[in-house]
T-cell receptor, first 111, second 115 residues
């Protein structure tokens, strides 16, 4: 059974720092892996989707990597801003096309 | 592209009443839609998978008679919470899957409060 873990559960850093959020999964047979952002009381915003055949995806200050062999994905945020404060969720799509969710990392960027 | 809407965005209802939540894919056809619920400070929990024209598949522990799902067309799925109780208060999120890439596109969510 696929399990997805996100570390750390919470992170607080000063504005301007580069940071890395981690996501690990137990079963490497994934279809894709996706990173989302969720603001308090709001829905999900898709940030990046990495297909199983890809190793990374980039969008602006965000870069997500995928290493299926080690069961890991990272989300790199460059030059963090207070507006980046949110909960970041990763989800791995299993062979049944269902998303298996991590518990999220709550990120606070201090001005 | 790939926009999913949900209606209503929030609803307050009295205990014992039923509430219907709509999920629509606005610019693509979705043969499969998913319904999730999210409790405060927790991640999403899959409730059921809805396929157009067939019965929904419910996850273990989700009462199918309480959470009625109807996927009437390729662009609309509805979730009806029947005989709502305060413990049903939650954030309900739907997603619609692309038939080509299997990527799920998420609606903005519906906050249900049962008094």
């Amino acid at each position: 059974k696929q399990e997805v873990t996100q570390i750390p559960a919470a992170l607080s850093v000063p504005e301007g720092e580069n940071l890395v959020l981690n996501c690990s999964f137990t079963d490497s047979a994934i279809y894709n892996l996706q990173w989302f952002r969720q603001d308090p009381g709001k829905g999900l915003t898709s940030l990046l989707l990495i297909q199983s055949s890809q190793r990374e995806q980039t969008s602006g200050r965000l870069n997500a990597s995928l290493d299926k062999s080690s069961g890991r994905s990272t989300l790199y945020i460059a030059a963090s801003q207070p507006g980046d404060s949110a909960t970041y969720l990763c989800a791995a799509m299993d062979s049944n096309y269902q998303l298996i969710w991590g518990a999220g990392t709550k990120l606070i960027i201090k001005p | 592209g790939a926009v999913v809407s949900q209606h209503p965005s929030w609803v307050i209802c009295k205990s014992g009443t039923s509430v219907k939540i709509e999920c629509r894919s606005l610019d693509f056809q979705a043969t499969t839609m998913f319904w999730y619920r999210q409790f405060p400070k927790q991640s999403l929990m899959l409730m059921a998978t809805s396929n157009e024209g067939s019965k929904a598949t419910y996850e273990q522990g989700v009462e199918k008679d309480k959470f009625l799902i109807n996927h009437a067309s390729l662009t609309l799925s509805t979730l009806t919470v029947t005989s709502a109780h305060p413990e049903d208060s939650s954030f309900y999120i739907c997603s619609a899957a692309s038939a080509w890439t299997y990527e799920q596109y998420f609606g903005p969510g519906t906050r249900l409060t049962v008094t």
